[in-house]
Nanobody, 114 residues
Framework: QVQLVESGGGLVQPGGSLRLSCAVSGSIMRFNAMAWYRQAPGKERVLVARITWYGNTNYADSVKGRFTISRDNAKNTVYLQMNSLKPEETALYYC????????WGKGTLVTVSS
């Protein structure tokens, strides 16, 4: 069964940067699209960024210009570069892969705090 494993979370000061990684067991090319979601305490899980099989990307309005999603097909890994982080972006960040089904990682915690 395919597995998605996130890494790269941690504590960062406001205005700082982090890069999240999502390693996929098996080929990343099986997915029509891959995405990053986040869930803040007491809130619903929301889409942050998405990249399709063709490489098209889309972002939540709140992160446009600051976050970048990318993938390395050879490494079967998807990345989320996050710059100018804000305290309200403290959340569990989840990797998602979609073919006919949705696959999820267990999440990596990002804490933005001084």
């Amino acid at each position: 069964q395919v597995q998605l494993v996130e890494s790269g979370g941690g504590l960062v000061q406001p205005g700082g940067s982090l890069r999240l990684s999502c390693a996929v067991s098996g080929s990343i090319m099986r997915f029509n699209a891959m995405a990053w979601y986040r869930q803040a305490p007491g809130k619903e899980r929301v889409l942050v960024a998405r990249i399709t099989w063709y490489g098209n990307t889309n972002y939540a309005d709140s992160v446009k210009g600051r976050f970048t999603i990318s993938r390395d097909n050879a490494k079967n890994t998807v990345y989320l570069q996050m710059n100018s982080l804000k305290p309200e972006e403290t959340a569990l960040y989840y990797c998602n892969g979609n073919d006919a089904m949705d696959y999820w990682g267990k999440g990596t915690l990002v804490t933005v705090s001084s």
